[in-house]
Every structure is written in C-alpha cells, then in structure tokens.
C-alpha cells in the first residue's frame, strides 16, 4: 500500500498496526548511516514500517499464497524489482539485525568498549549490550547520539596551527614522530599530494587516541579557531579500516585512495572535485557503489582529456 | 612556470584589459581553494595580444563550441579566454568597467567585481562554484552591493540558490560562521527562514 505522494515510504496496513500495536518510524533505518555513506540500506530509501520494540517476540508467520492486496503484507515503493511483497516481520527482523550488526562493527572499528561508548554517547551499557545483541530498538534520540561519537565526521576537531596548510602538516609529522601516535591524512591535503590538482587549505587527519593528539597539537601552539575563523587542522576519530589500510607517500600517512574518494565524495563542495580527479587518475581507488560529483567528474575529464 | 607566472604574463602584456574571473579572481578576494586552471576575460579586440604572449609562451590554442579560447599547455596548465560570453552571462563593457585592482601572488592584477563573481558562480550552480559563493560571502559580504547583486543575478535566482549556499559553506568554517552567513541572507531577503509547522495536539 503506497502512501499518496511519497513514492519511498509505505503505509502500514491496518492488520499488521494491529498485530504490533507499537509501530516505530524509522528513517535511515539503521544506526549511524552517516549522510550518504552506504552500510547496508540504502539511507536515500525512506523506510517507515512496523517494527517491536523492546524485547523482540516475533510472531509466527504460517507461509501461505498471498496476493498484493493482503493486509498482512507490505510493498516496498521505488524498489523495482524488490518491489515485491515483503513480509513486515521479515523486514522488521532484517531491520534489527542490521542495526545491532552495525553498532557492534562501528564500535569495535574505533577500538571503543561499550563502557567507552556509553561514557561518550550517554547511552547506558544496558541499553546498549541490549541493543547490540537485538533486544532493543533504539529511538531517534539514541541514534542520534551514538552517531554523534560512532561517526568520524560528526564531531571533529577544530584547530589553528600557523597560518598555512604546511605548518599544520608540519606539526601533525612532528607529533606522530615524537609520540609514536598513529593517523592516516584524508580530504585536501591527502588529494594535493597524489594529484597536485586543487590546493589544499586544511589539514584533515585522522588520528588515534584522539584525546593524546589533541594534547600533543595544543602543546605544538594548536588552538581551537576563533570564532568565523577557518580551521586549518581538524581532527577524526580514526577507525581501524582507515589506520590499518594508510599508506604513506611523501613522507606523510594518507588514507587509501578509496577511502580518500570516498571521503571526498560524501564532504561534497569543492571536495568532490579531489574525489573526481583521484577516480579518473588512480583506477585502483575504484570500489563498486562510489557516488561522484557529476559536475566535478565533467570538469575533470574535460580538463585530463587530449587535444583532438 | 606556475599560476602566478601565467597570471604574471597576462598582467604584464594586457594589464587593465585582461580581467581575471574564477579560482584567480577568488583567491584574490579569499584565499580558498582553487585548481590550476586561469580564467580571463578580454574584449575582442585585444584577444590577439593575448593570443601571442601564450603562444610565445609554449601553450597551444583551441577555439571551443562554448565560445571560449582553450590553451593548454602540458607543463603549465590551461588559460581559458572569454571575449563574447561566459557560459550565460555576455561579455560588457560594465564588467570590464566594474573591474576591483587587486593583488595575486604579489601582482596587482584585474579582477571581476564581487557581484560579477557571485553572478558567474550562481550561473554555473555546480556545487563547487556555490561553495566559492558561500565561501566569497562569508568573508566579503560586507562589501557586496545588494542592489547591485540583485540587478546583475536575479532576486528569484538568489532566492533560489540560497539555501545550498548557506549549506555549502565548508565545515572547517565552524558552525557559527555558517550560522552568520544564513543570518545574513535572511537579512538582505535571498533565504526564506523556515518556518517550523504546526505543533501536534
């Protein structure tokens, strides 16, 4: 049953509302799918359907012949040919599992313990040894607030350090040399070292533990930018994937190229151009599913072209 | 030789009648980002003086279907020349006339007004151009004449670009400067603010 003018939503059939009496929205159906990242569901797809909360007792579904118009069955729009009935239990428990696959994989990745996300997001342990393990579904308000620590870009740090790009490149080998700390450089300056395209004016690194880096850069003379200032070094949470994978050229540590494509690709703006010309010049940053700047892909190709 | 040197050659062959327009003409109003490639306008009728002083200088020369002049070079990096009109917007005398003097890598060079900028950017509309938009206002609103702004782009056209601008400004900015550029445009009538409906019973 399609609701009237959304063509990515579907309404929830009077039978199933009825057989789960709490009927949870949910957009971006998982935890912490960053905008336009894509883990599991597609996060463009709006999905709002029925799904238990607390404690998950699904209910036996007899397998039967069912036609479209069954109230006990729901069709997901804009799916072409996943267009197809889906059993609303099915897709709630498929929901789930997503959301506590996800949590558990992104929590590890930034070498978190539940103890230290629950200290950061001010999500109990309970709640979140719960969620984790499928038992709870989390509201709006708590995925928000994992995202906010789970999510690398969500809350990076601001800083001054100098007034060129260089100075701050320079303090970020200067720590990682001095302290042993490691960290993996993405976005402007990653893409000006492999392509010498377009000129970086911040310094965007990954880092690990976040609070050492922080410590060791404001000790170098870093400080958070007044206000309207522009920040020329900004700090990540690394995850593990992004360490594990860098690479260094140049005498610096760089992301690997398709995380870099990536990156650049989901920051948009002028960002998309890096992630364009790091695509048409390094074949191997291709991943399947990249999202390019069509614009900035144009540009690009028009400028890398030959004479004819 | 690098941007500045190219930048260096135009001024010093053509100077006033060469007017500097894209990621020359930003840099020069706020250091931001920009690519290797120069963008120039001229009238006609200086356009072969220009054309030598590249060719003398290793570039080669293609006329393009968008009424530009390409030359590339494949150690320098690439000129565009605009005498007619760029993309949309005709080449004229009020441009040329508009023009603000200022300094790139040290050389006092010919620029497009901020309007005349804001103008080009908002009529090419990729992304990347409204986050030099949003980028420009952010640290040049200011000096941006409204009226002016309005004349040459189009209320509905600001109007309608307005609210990516104001999301496009990059995040190393900070929240507050984004903050300030959409209180701005809400000022000066380019961004409706949103209004927040009905609260539930």
Redesign the interface.
């Known amino acids: 049953m399609h609701r009237g003018g959304d063509p990515n939503s579907f309404e929830v059939p009077e039978g199933v509302a009825r057989a789960h009496p709490r009927v949870v929205a949910l957009r971006r159906a998982h935890v912490g799918v960053p905008e336009g990242h894509r883990h599991g569901v597609d996060p463009s797809t709006t999905v709002e359907g029925v799904l238990p909360e607390g404690p998950t007792q699904l209910p036996k579904v007899k397998p039967r012949d069912r036609s479209p118009g069954d109230p006990e069955e729901v069709r997901v729009a804009g799916g072409g040919d996943l267009a197809a009935p889906l059993d609303a239990t099915f897709l709630a428990m498929l929901i789930l599992l997503n959301i506590m696959l996800d949590l558990r994989n992104r929590r590890r990745n930034l070498a978190l313990s539940q103890a230290d996300l629950s200290a950061a997001s001010g999500i109990s342990r309970t709640s979140l040894s719960l969620i984790e393990n499928g038992l709870q579904v989390p509201s709006a308000d708590t995925r928000e607030a994992l995202e906010r620590v789970l999510n690398p ?1 969500a809350e ?1 740090v ?1 800083l001054q350090c100098g007034r060129r790009v260089a100075e701050a490149t320079d303090a970020v080998q200067a720590v990682a040399a001095r302290k042993d700390l490691p960290y993996a450089v993405t976005l ?1 300056v990653a893409a000006w070292v492999l392509t010498k ?6 310094v965007w690194v990954y880092v690990r533990p976040l609070a050492a880096w922080r410590r060791a850069l404001r000790a170098k003379g870093a400080s958070p ?1 007044e ?6 070094l ?1 700090l990540l949470r690394a995850p593990d994937d992004v360490l594990s994978d860098s690479q260094v050229t140049q005498g610096l540590c760089l992301v690997s190229m398709s995380r870099l494509v990536e990156d650049s690709a989901r ?4 960002h ?2 890096d992630a364009a010309r790091v695509f048409v010049e390094f074949p191997e940053s291709r991943r399947p599913g990249m999202r390019i ?1 069509g ?2 892909m144009l ?1 690009v190709l028009e ?1 890398a072209a030959p ?1 004819t | 030789m690098d941007v500045a040197a190219i930048v260096q050659l135009i001024e010093q062959h053509l100077a006033d009648r060469a007017v500097f327009i894209g990621g020359v003409a930003v840099e020069c109003y706020v250091p931001y980002r920009t690519t290797h490639d120069i963008d120039v306008v001229t009238r006609e009728r200086d356009f072969p003086t220009l054309k030598a002083a590249l060719l003398r200088a290793s570039f080669s020369h293609r006329e393009t279907h968008l009424a530009k002049h390409t030359f590339k070079s494949p150690a320098v990096g690439e000129v565009d020349a605009y005498t007619s009109r760029i993309g949309d917007v005709p080449v004229d005398e009020d441009l040329m006339r508009r023009a603000r003097k200022l300094v790139y890598a040290k050389v006092p060079v010919s620029v497009a007004s901020l309007e005349d900028l804001l103008r080009l950017k908002l009529s090419a509309g990729r992304e990347m151009d409204l986050t030099d938009v949003a980028v420009l206002l952010h640290a040049r609103r200011n000096e941006v004449s409204v009226t002016l702004a309005e004349r040459l782009v189009g209320r509905d056209v600001l109007r309608m670009h307005a609210p990516r601008v104001s999301d496009l400004l990059p995040q190393e900015y900070g929240w507050q400067a984004r903050r300030a550029l959409k209180a701005w445009l809400i000022d000066v009538g380019w961004l409706v603010p949103r209004r927040k409906g009905p609260s539930a019973p």
Not at chain 1, 197 to 202: G, H, I, M, R, S
Not at chain 1, 267 to 270: E, F, L, P, Q, S
């Open positions: 870009f990076p601001f402007d395209y377009q000129t970086p004016a911040t930018p206000d309207g200032e522009r920040a020329n900004v920051m948009g703006g002028r998309g151009l700047d614009h900035a540009k400028e004479w």
